[in-house]
């Protein structure tokens, strides 16, 4: 299980294309709680899909968004 704090949640809300099930799965834990690891592994994809299109500047400097989903990559990384 993994935990997430409630500005994990809004801001994989906000940036992340997810499933139905995601959405609801998200929803359940809007002020923070904590995720199956089949749901992080899926989370973690689409974490990283979303850095490669928006993490990085013209010079490959991480923008603040891009260090938020590195930062939510290494904490739904299941080991």
Known sequence: M????????QFMLMMLQLTPE???VLGT????????DDHADDLRDRCT???DEVGFDEN???????????ALV???YIG
């Open 2 to 9: 993994i935990y997430l704090s409630k500005y994990d949640v």
């Open 22 to 24: 995601l959405n609801q």
């Open 29 to 36: 834990i809007a002020e923070g709680g904590e995720i199956a």
């Open 49 to 51: 899909d979303k850095l």
């Open 60 to 70: 490959y400097e991480p923008t603040e968004n891009g260090r938020k989903l590195e």
């Open 74 to 76: 290494d904490k739904l």
